[in-house]
Nanobody, 115 residues
Framework: QVQLVESGGGLVQAGGSLRLSCTAS????????MGWYRQTPGKQRGLVAT???????NYSDSVKGRFTISIDNAKNTVYLQMNSLKPEDTAVYYC?????????WGQGTQVTVSS
C-alpha cells in the first residue's frame, strides 16, 4: 500500500505564489519519478511537471519559466513551486508517483487563482 499526501493548495491572487508538497509513504520499493498533474471540470487530467529520481525534469509549455519542480529523495517528497500564477492555473492538482511499473495518485489539492 502506497499513500500520497498533498498539501499547499489554496486561494491566491493572480501574480502570487504557492508551493505544493507531496509525500509518499508505505510500501515503496523505489521511486522512478514523481510529478504533478492538474484537472479542471469537464477536462482531462494534464501534465504540469515531472521529475525523475535523478533530477531530470519535464514541464508543460504553459508553466515553463513560472513553475519549478524539485524532489527530496530522502523524504520521498516532491515539491512544486508556482510563481506568477494566472487564473487559468486554477485546477485540482494531483501528485503522481511511479514506482517500478506502478503509478500511484494522490487525492488532489485545489488551487484557485483569482483575477
Amino acid at each position: 500500500q502506497v499513500q500520497l499526501v498533498e498539501s499547499g493548495g489554496g486561494l491566491v491572487q493572480a501574480g502570487g505564489s504557492l508551493r505544493l508538497s507531496c509525500t509518499a509513504s508505505g510500501s515503496i520499493f523505489s521511486i522512478n519519478a514523481m510529478g504533478w498533474y492538474r484537472q479542471t471540470p469537464g477536462k482531462q487530467r494534464g501534465l504540469v511537471a515531472t521529475i525523475t529520481s535523478g533530477g531530470t525534469t519535464n514541464y508543460s509549455d504553459s508553466v515553463k519559466g513560472r513553475f519549478t519542480i524539485s524532489i527530496d529523495n530522502a523524504k520521498n517528497t516532491v515539491y512544486l513551486q508556482m510563481n506568477s500564477l494566472k487564473p487559468e492555473d486554477t485546477a485540482v492538482y494531483y501528485c503522481k508517483l511511479i514506482s517500478g511499473p506502478f503509478p500511484y495518485w494522490g487525492q488532489g489539492t485545489q488551487v484557485t487563482v483569482s483575477s
